[in-house]
């Protein structure tokens, strides 16, 4: 029987792409260095933003030090344009809206620093789910399982019970070191045709709508 649903964020429930490919040529920019394209930065996302930094800014950043400013433009400037276009994805807030009225029960876990985690499930989710974990001294971002774990806890869900949702080959390897399912969804940060290369997979949803359809033929 499925219960429970742990939600990653970005490329999941939100769409998030605009605004930091915004903030990854800004930085770019600042420093004298070539933009990338909004499917290099897509490309380069699931592993936290420094990771997106590393990759966007390449070989080009001379030193340690250098990075360190690139990465702080970056983040100065998401932190202030990070609500400019971030939307939720079509579908999304219907869908939590009929898992809810199913009884599903449901979380956030991302590789965003937690309070950020938790200023977005205010801002765009609260309304539906209260249990939003990220990134912590305590808890190691994804693919490690904590956040996952931390969420399963708080919600008084088993794993045999609950999916986790992403769309990414970090989501997939999340789930497998928190022993959980995995359904992965076709409209994030990966491609449906990299997405099916990998296995095993409970469930790929084409849309928001086919992913609410699944969850509640599995309640059964």
Not at 94 to 110: E, F, P, R, T, Y
Not at 135 to 140: D, F, G, L
Request: net charge negative; glycine share 6%; aromatic share 8%.
């Amino acid at each position: 029987m499925l219960t429970t649903l742990i939600f990653d964020l970005d490329g999941t429930l939100l769409d998030t792409l605009d605004d930091l490919t915004g903030s990854v040529n800004h930085a770019l920019r600042q420093h004298g260095l070539p933009p990338r394209t909004k499917a290099e930065v897509r490309r380069f996302l699931g592993n936290g933003i420094r990771s997106l930094m590393l990759q966007a800014v390449g070989q080009a950043a001379p030193s340690a030090e250098a990075f360190e400013a690139i990465f702080c433009t970056f983040r100065a400037h998401y932190v202030e344009h990070c609500f400019d276009c971030t939307q939720p994805y079509p579908g999304i807030m219907s869908m939590l809206a009929q898992l809810q009225a199913h009884g599903i029960k449901m979380a956030i876990v991302s590789n965003k620093l937690h309070e950020a985690v938790q200023e977005l499930n205010r801002r765009f989710f609260s309304a539906y789910i209260d249990i939003a974990v990220g990134e912590s001294a305590t808890v190691r971002r994804k693919p490690n399982p904590d956040a996952v774990l931390c969420a399963l806890q708080q919600l008084g869900s088993t794993r045999e019970e609950a999916v986790y949702v992403g769309d990414s080959e970090v989501d997939w390897q999340t789930a497998r070191n928190a022993n959980l399912r995995v359904a992965l969804v076709e409209w994030g940060f990966r491609d449906p045709g990299y997405l099916h290369t990998l296995s095993p997979v409970s469930y790929f949803a084409p849309t928001a709508d086919d992913l609410t359809q699944w969850v509640i033929e599995h309640q059964k």
